[in-house]
């Protein structure tokens, strides 16, 4: 009895399953949805910074305001490197997909080297307002600007590195599934970056140099 | 039965031939793949990324332009920034996430509503806190005085 109870039940689960058309879902989505939270959970941390700049940026203590401090072309370069660098890892991720290996090691290359430039452009930016007298400690408004937007470029730093691991484990390792999973969620950090750096453009920079 | 009404309204459906039952020509040896694993389902494709890259240049652009120029009224300024903003996060949602709302999409787009809400919370909630902290708090010159 106890036996054709069970036996009916998981058929009727199973004739369920099939009548609604949702079995399991596929790894790949699980995967790019955990990610996804976590991705979340850090654009909140950066709202809370991003909070703290919007409540501070008029706090100069007679230093150097925003309007001072900004140069807008190397802003505008800035976000191009962003901008193509997202470009060129979502080219190199279909390249993984399509197997077409060539294509992928130029696209992360070439996705190194923009981050790269962006990086260099803003440390740049960093030393010669530090070397000006505006460094983190003159005002409050300093004190946001650095972290909020140090805290972005340390994000950056942190994507180089995994770049130069995921295109390590895309050679040793080849394009398997395991693998391009990691590539997905590298490919969704580095565009998550970028949409922070809309933010920041827009709040800080834009706003900040009229 | 059963076997063939799964088939037909499997998970995988309206994805495209990549299902890893149909052997592709494309897919790598699917012996080693369980059910649930299609891994060679395509994200996006090179005219999604194309189309995306040049909407966020042209938002990026007009952003720029919004705040170097006498274009828009100056109070509106503000706004106008942060609806070209908002515009671009969409974009980069769209083409380069590919958030959609297709059934595999729901949990994310659901996150994704969470996740604004709470950081609309933050941002809004601390700087109305902030501005009222402001608008009530003394002077210094009157705290002076209150000392002597």
């Not at chain 1, 530090?130 to 470029?153: C, K, M, N, Q, T």
Request: aromatic content about 10%; some cysteine; overall charge neutral.
């Amino acid at each position: 009895m106890n036996i054709n109870a069970a036996t009916e039940f998981t058929d009727g689960s199973a004739q369920m399953t099939a009548a609604d058309g949702a079995g399991p879902a596929p790894v790949r989505i699980v995967v790019a949805y955990g990610f996804w939270i976590f991705l979340l959970s850090d654009i909140i941390m950066f709202s809370a910074l991003f909070a703290a700049y919007a409540v501070l940026s008029g706090q100069t203590a007679g230093g150097p305001t925003a309007h001072d401090l900004f140069e807008l072309r190397n802003v505008a370069i800035e976000t191009l490197c962003l901008l193509f660098s997202s470009y060129t890892c979502g080219l190199g991720t279909l390249a993984v997909e399509r197997r077409r290996m060539p294509h992928f090691y130029v696209s992360f290359a070439l996705t190194f080297a923009l981050g790269a430039a962006f990086l260099g452009l803003e440390l740049a930016e960093f030393s010669r307002m530090i070397g000006a007298g505006a460094g983190p400690s003159r005002s409050a408004f300093l004190s946001a600007f650095f972290s909020l937007v140090g805290l972005h470029g340390v994000h950056i730093s942190v994507g180089l590195i995994w770049i130069v691991f995921i295109t390590a484990q895309v050679a040793v390792r080849g394009p398997r599934d395991f693998v391009l999973r990691r590539l997905r969620c590298f490919s969704l950090f580095w565009h998550a970056l970028d949409i922070i750096w809309i933010a920041l453009l827009s709040l800080v920079y834009l706003m900040g140099a009229r | 039965m059963p076997d063939s009404n799964r088939k037909t309204s499997g998970p995988s459906s309206g994805t495209g031939p990549s299902s890893s039952s149909s052997p592709s020509p494309t897919a790598t040896p699917t012996a080693d793949r369980s059910p649930g694993v299609d891994e060679d389902a395509p994200s996006g494709s090179i005219t999604s990324y194309t189309v995306g890259l040049l909407f966020a240049l042209a938002l990026t652009g007009a952003s720029f332009l919004v705040s170097q120029t006498q274009l828009l009224w100056a109070p509106g300024v503000a706004v106008g920034l942060a609806v070209l903003a908002i515009a671009q996060m969409g974009v980069h949602l769209v083409f380069f996430f590919h958030l959609s709302s297709g059934p595999d999409n729901t949990n994310n787009v659901l996150a994704l509503a969470f996740g604004v809400l709470i950081v609309a919370l933050v941002v809004t909630g601390s700087l109305w806190i902030m501005y009222n902290l402001n608008l009530n708090m003394m002077p210094s010159s009157a705290i002076m005085e209150m000392r002597q």
